[in-house]
């Protein structure tokens, strides 16, 4: 699936969105080595957007970094409230704004500089954007969500299983379905 997202390049604090290209070339390179590597990432050519932090790209819209949303994405696009850890590109986010049957979406963001970065993009008033850290946020009393989402770590690695097991501890009674990015990844390391 691609996601094309019109989020503007731009520089906010130590944080950075930028277009860059995958070239013919760097595919190939990539998807021939991805043969012999497990858990390698299979890419396709293109120009995508990528948000930084410093020098670590925290996300894109790549296909392959899409595919680790896609259950979320199916499930979010069928419900009317939904809750999201971590705004990033706001990937997810716009392609589950299409569907009309999505009411409402609140994000949790830790970095001001992200929401400077990436709000702007998203005007719909079904978005609610909260700067605050995800395991400091607290629901309103008796709010409850049909999906939650947790997408607020930068690596793929089994030391997030942690954090991910205590969010959806803290949220598991505030909705009938949720899950962590790549938290199956992070299981087999």
């Not at 012999?36 to 996300?59: E, H």
């Amino acid at each position: 699936m691609d996601i094309q997202i019109n989020v503007p390049n731009g520089k906010s604090g130590d944080w950075i969105v930028e277009s860059f290209e995958i070239s013919e070339e760097d595919a190939k390179f990539n998807n021939m080595r991805a043969m012999f590597s497990p858990g390698q990432r299979i890419v396709k050519p293109g120009i995508f957007k990528r948000l930084m932090r410093n020098s670590t790209v925290v996300m894109s819209n790549t296909p392959a970094e899409i595919s680790d949303h896609l259950s979320f994405i199916y499930k979010a696009k069928k419900v009317k409230k939904i809750l999201i850890n971590g705004l990033g590109l706001g990937v997810a986010l716009s392609e589950i704004l299409k569907s009309d049957i999505v009411k409402s979406v609140t994000i949790i963001e830790k970095s001001k500089n992200v929401i400077n970065l990436v709000s702007d993009t998203y005007k719909d008033n079904r978005i609610n954007i909260i700067n605050c850290d995800a395991f400091e946020f607290k629901p309103p009393k008796g709010k409850k969500y049909n999906v939650v989402w947790h997408d607020i770590w930068d690596y793929i690695c089994k030391d997030n299983l942690k954090e991910m097991t205590k969010l959806h501890r803290k949220y598991g009674k505030r909705t009938d379905w949720q899950g962590s990015w790549c938290k199956e990844l992070c299981k087999r390391y």
